[in-house]
């Protein structure tokens, strides 16, 4: 027997392990995301000006060595707003997209790991949710939930995006808990929360993690949409979504107002956009395509 | 059963039925056998005929209906939580897919330590020594391709790594639910000869499931052949082979194509398809389609007789048999 | 070669080749064969042999981006490599015609049965919804459906596997076609609907004098089925002749091999299977030498460094390629090294 399994193991030829190319392009997003973090986290200690600070002097100045990217038409700093507004944009979209997998997540997970009732009682109920359009539920929240703050508008739209995120978990963790592996986990006495941990998530986890980028980016772009409508957080607070409400009324005087955070948050979305596909093509492991 | 010996695998009766009322499918109609230990038993029949069924419904991942499933005199059914999980040790399985049978992300020496891990009965260095063991008795070299992901290896490699896996726990029983049928011809010659050899050294017990009738026959000591839920015939394989007593064994071992261009050209062919499972025969199952049908196989089902020793057959008109 | 005008299909030094991530794969190479009317060729391989693809490529079913197809084939006359789509479309169903290997795929689930016949004759022959309708019928009867007419009806999700294989011969014979390429169409099925089936084939090619290609990996299938085959490996035809031929007085080792490592029902229980060591050979780094050589218990140095030809053997028809063939036998003999 020895002498066979020498020979066979002589001509064992590796199938080729050639993952999509992550390419430059896609470090380039990743630097620009982080510097939009590191940004955001050290605003304070940054050379930047005062971004509440109205300097009747200079209003709707253009860029400038002094303003950088110009002033809006109360005199404020456009640059350090939008770095301080970065703030806003970063901590609702990764915040509300933590609450929404963080519930999410779990549920799908286990739904489509348990089927039976819990299953079938737990997605009618997120089916249903999903047919209320999310939007107008935000909205209608956050029009009455007033004093407005930064953590409940993160709450809200977190527990908003709750029912698409068991939908998208759910289906990748359905086509993962027919393998024939999940039923050899459980046949060899593990327990369901080790099947769950060790077999299920982690061949899920690309799949959420592109869609959680995504999931970010869709929220970002919310959180503009509510400014538009005034809801987002209160003026002083600059947020890139408030910045761009705001220059509405100067659009023909000041078109740097709506140039700049528009900018940030275009870049900021594609770049997430990006990586999230990126890194979905890179895990993705099947076959070397031809 | 004329054997002093006493059965590792007792099922009584197993019925397996999906759904309900009108619309119920007896996939396992009252199906009894032993294993008896050290033995190989092949269950072999065509698609839904509940071969696949009985295996996993012995494994309970899918529950039976009703009957008893007894190993080495523990009763499987009724057991949940803990206790099951440790029984279910004692008993391992093998798929037919071979790639999806293994996470593609996980590393092979993680993938068959696992079971050890679950239980943590041997940790540590003896862990990793009794893995590289496991590996290299399958013919994976543990040293160079141990940490590899299980996505990287072919369909036969696979069979051999969830092979390695079931026997970490030493089970007494291994079922082999149609583990070749997705290999090449060259391939699964490989892993039936690597089957034989470590059934001996591990002192296994097969129950090993196939449609294809030559592998079942090389590798088991009995067969048992099912048809629509119910087992027809039952004996050792060389008699059952040679001298079927079911004239629907016949039938499959006239279908089986042989690589001899001399064999006997169109031997009477079966015709017609199997009935529905929603609606079987009165009687006995097989009826529709059987040429010695008569009007008693209409009314009263067959129940097994002996026919030889230890070879039964469920048929009011058995083929006649020498008796060896 | 005999007078190939009289050949019904003439396959000339045809080699597939893709273009992977990988490098050029030569999938299919150099491979020659004629098929006359009436005759049924089986060919026969192991997965990664090349015979789907080769199946393919005669038919003309290969894309045009990173796949490159040299060679001849000669279809009743008609150069089918390098034809343009509407030509090739011209010719599929009414002159060649293939059936596949996995029914439920080849047929489509949410359409009526009898309406994919239809399809496929009002298209092709341009015929009215009634005369098409009724050939349907006859169709289905001709394949053995049991009640045509109900069956027209159906879904092939309400019909069972044989069945369905049974509609997309249906489907494959509706244009009347010259040449039959069934590519495994009996692998999944059971053993006795496999049977059926075969029967069936052969029936229906003597009755619309067709011939057909069987391309399998089951060497009992083309055992009693077949007047000649060829044995494929790593995308080459290693060895060709009569059925009986190759199964009695084979030369080329893997075909021994092949034959051996089957197990057989005559044998009895627990007999050791003879086994072929190590696997197929990744067809991105093909040596210079023969392709089975590294697993070849009878191969030589020449074998390792020079690629064989194909040479005719004894018998007429039949052709081998192998430095070191087995030797000739009127009775089996033992293996020797």
């Known amino acids: 027997m020895s002498n066979a399994i020498l020979i066979e193991q002589a001509s064992i030829v590796e199938k080729p392990e050639k993952k999509a190319p992550l390419g430059p392009l896609f470090w380039i997003c990743v630097g620009w995301i982080a510097l939009n973090f590191l940004g955001a986290i050290f605003a304070n200690v940054l050379p930047l000006q005062n971004p509440l600070y109205q300097d009747y002097a200079s209003i709707n100045a253009g860029p400038s060595l002094h303003h950088l990217f110009g002033t809006d038409d109360i005199g404020r700093d456009i640059f350090a707003r939008i770095v301080f507004g970065s703030r806003v944009s970063i901590a609702v979209g990764f915040g509300a997209m933590v609450i929404g997998f963080g519930i999410g997540t779990p549920l799908g997970m286990l739904a489509a790991y348990r089927r039976g009732r819990f299953d079938t009682f737990m997605t009618a109920f997120m089916y249903i949710l999903l047919a209320f359009p999310a939007i107008i539920a935000t909205i209608a929240v956050l029009s009455f939930w007033t004093p407005r703050s930064l953590l409940k508008i993160i709450i809200v739209i977190g527990l908003a995006s709750v029912p698409l995120v068991y939908r998208v978990i759910r289906t990748a963790a359905l086509a993962v808990s027919t393998k024939d592996y999940i039923i050899a986990a459980k046949v060899q006495g593990a327990t369901d929360r080790r099947i769950l941990l060790k077999e299920l998530l982690p061949n899920i986890a690309p799949i959420g993690v592109s869609f959680l980028l995504i999931g970010v980016a869709t929220v970002i772009a919310l959180e503009g949409t509510l400014a538009f409508l005034g809801l987002s957080v209160s003026p002083p607070t600059p947020s890139w979504g408030n910045m761009i409400n705001e220059s509405r009324t100067v659009l023909q005087d000041n078109p740097w107002l709506a140039i700049f955070p528009s900018l940030a948050l275009c870049l900021f979305l594609l770049s997430l956009n990006f990586i999230g596909d990126r890194l979905r093509n890179h895990f993705d492991v099947t076959e070397v395509k031809l | 059963m004329s054997d002093n010996r006493q059965p590792l695998l007792k099922v009584r009766d197993l019925k397996v039925t999906f759904g309900k009322g009108r619309h119920a499918v007896s996939a396992v109609a009252g199906v009894s056998f032993d294993i008896f230990p050290g033995e190989t038993l092949g269950l072999v029949g065509e698609s839904g005929c509940g071969k696949s069924t009985t295996g996993k419904a012995l494994m309970r991942i899918i529950e039976p209906s009703s009957g008893s499933i007894e190993l080495e005199g523990t009763s499987l059914i009724g057991q949940k939580g803990r206790t099951l999980r440790n029984l279910r040790t004692h008993m391992q399985m093998i798929f037919q897919d071979p790639i999806s049978s293994l996470n593609p992300r996980r590393r092979v020496k993680d993938i068959v330590a696992e079971p050890l891990d679950c239980w943590k009965s041997v940790t540590g260095n003896e862990r990793d020594v009794l893995v590289s063991d496991l590996l290299s008795k399958v013919g994976i070299d543990p040293k160079v391709y141990g940490n590899r992901y299980a996505r990287q290896f072919s369909g036969g490699q696979c069979q051999r790594i969830s092979i390695a896996r079931s026997l970490a726990m030493r089970p007494k029983l291994l079922i082999c639910d149609e583990m070749v049928s997705a290999l090449d011809v060259s391939v699964q010659a490989q892993i039936l000869n690597l089957l034989e050899d470590l059934k001996d050294e591990y002192g296994l017990t097969l129950l090993f499931i196939a449609h294809d009738l030559a592998v079942v026959k090389n590798v088991s000591d009995r067969v048992a052949v099912m048809y629509l839920g119910k087992i027809c015939e039952i004996g050792p394989s060389d008699a059952l082979y040679e001298a079927p007593a079911h004239p629907y064994t016949k039938f499959l071992l006239g279908a089986a194509l042989e690589a001899d261009p001399d064999s006997p050209m169109h031997n009477q062919v079966l015709e017609g398809e199997p009935p529905s499972p929603l609606n079987p025969p009165s009687g006995c199952r097989f009826r529709t389609r059987c040429p010695n049908a008569t009007e008693k196989c209409a009314n009263e089902e067959p129940l097994p007789q002996e026919v030889a020793v230890g070879h039964q057959v469920s048929c009011h008109f058995p083929l006649t048999i020498k008796q060896k | ?337």
């Open chain 3, 1 to 337: 070669m005999s007078d190939l005008s009289h050949e019904l299909l003439v396959v000339e030094d045809l080699s597939t080749t893709f273009n992977t991530m990988g490098g050029p794969l030569p999938a299919v190479a150099n491979v020659s064969f004629t098929l006359a009317r009436n005759e049924t060729i089986g060919i026969v391989g192991e997965s990664g042999s090349g015979k789907t693809v080769l199946s393919r490529t005669i038919m003309g079913l290969q894309p045009r981006t990173n796949v490159s197809v040299t060679g001849s084939v000669l279809l009743n006359g008609n150069q089918m490599v390098g034809a343009s789509e509407s030509f090739k479309r011209g010719l599929w169903g009414t002159e060649v015609a293939m059936v596949f290997q996995d029914p439920m795929t080849s047929l489509n689930p949410v359409m009526r049965v009898g309406k994919q016949i239809d399809e496929s004759l009002r298209v092709r022959l341009g015929m009215s919804k009634q005369d098409a309708k009724a050939r349907a019928i006859e169709l289905l009867e001709l394949v053995g459906i049991p009640s045509p007419a109900h069956r027209y009806m159906a879904y092939p999700g309400q019909l069972s596997g044989g069945m369905r294989q049974r509609v997309v011969i249906a489907i494959a014979l509706a244009g009347s076609p010259k040449l039959l390429m069934a590519d495994e169409p009996t692998t999944g099925l059971d053993v006795t609907i496999q049977a059926q089936i075969l029967n069936l084939l052969d029936e229906l090619k003597d009755r619309l004098k067709m011939s057909v290609v069987l391309v399998t990996h089951d060497l009992g299938v083309v055992a009693t089925r077949t007047s000649r085959i060829a044995v494929m490996y790593a995308g080459r035809i290693v060895e060709t002749g009569s059925t009986r031929d190759v199964f009695t007085n084979h030369r080329m080792p893997y075909t021994r091999a092949l034959l051996d490592s089957s197990p057989k029902v005559a044998n009895a229980s627990h007999t050791r299977l003879v086994t072929i060591p190590g696997r197929p050979p990744n067809l991105l780094q093909l040596s210079a030498g023969c392709s089975f050589a590294p697993r070849c218990s009878f191969a030589t140095d020449k074998c390792h460094q020079e690629r064989p030809e194909l040479q005719a053997a004894d018998e007429p028809g039949h052709a081998f390629a192998c430095w070191n063939p087995l030797p000739t036998q009127t009775e089996p003999a033992p293996h020797e090294r």
